[in-house]
């Protein structure tokens, strides 16, 4: 990999995404709106579901969301022939994927701190550990949906069959990482299937930090977070193409 090109592929992509407000409204500000639009529908029924499901959300809507807005852009990039012409440069395809996880991932770090601010201050949100580690979590689970996105978008020819990738990778995760029943409750090999998704260690390390001020679980669960975005990010380069047939 060349940093250098990596830099300039990240920048060109932060270039596109500023003059796409619409774009930019969706990464930074919906993640927060919906924890909101949960704090809103708890208020008067239960005020305490929010502090028990709060911690997860924010584990599971900025990788929602990133996976989403990823999985198009770059496929859009590939349908309007951008990739191919970045690729006829000296571009290695693993330079190309990192410039767009690092340029998602500078967005993931500002919708983050949004997110958790929105969350801890005007919503009240109690958490016992450390809130930057909770800013921290969340951005590692927003490069998780930005690394996906950027794999799985290698085997849509459309942006509709993009989105369609959706159920088969986010709602499992979702259905399975702790958020509706706890994880050690699942039947065994559910269970098993949930060890094997890197979106239930994310939420691991956000419910340890709601109870918890010890930071050695959620290190590991990050550990193994980072590792899934590692190997998506390879497996991406390696099946990504130039153009859609």
Do not use: K, N
């Amino acid at each position: 990999m060349s940093a250098r090109v990596t830099a300039a592929v990240a920048a060109r992509v932060l270039t596109q995404l500023r003059h796409d407000h619409r774009t930019m409204a969706m990464l930074l500000l919906l993640p927060a709106l919906l924890v909101s639009l949960l704090w809103w529908m708890f208020e008067d029924v239960d005020a305490g579901a929010f502090d028990r499901v709060g911690p997860a959300l924010l584990a599971i809507f900025p990788f929602t969301v990133m996976f989403l807005v990823t999985s198009v852009t770059t496929l859009r990039e590939r349908t309007s022939g951008t990739l191919e012409r970045l690729l006829v440069l000296p571009t290695a395809r693993l330079d190309l994927l990192g410039g767009y996880a690092a340029a998602f991932g500078l967005v993931a770090v500002v919708q983050s701190l949004v997110t958790v601010l929105v969350s801890t201050t005007l919503l009240g949100l109690e958490i016992t550990g450390p809130v930057w580690m909770l800013v921290l979590v969340a951005v590692v689970d927003g490069l998780l949906g930005t690394a996906l996105g950027l794999f799985v978008s290698a085997f849509a020819r459309s942006e509709f069959q993009a989105v369609q990738f959706m159920p088969a990778v986010v709602i499992p995760q979702l259905l399975l990482c702790g958020l509706f029943v706890p994880r050690d409750a699942l039947p065994p090999v559910l269970e098993t299937v949930s060890d094997a998704l890197p979106l239930s260690y994310a939420v691991d390390a956000m419910l340890t930090l709601s109870a918890s001020t010890s930071t050695g679980e959620v290190w590991r669960d990050l550990a193994v977070v980072a590792g899934f975005v590692a190997g998506a990010l390879v497996l991406g380069a390696a099946t990504l193409r130039r153009r859609t047939a």
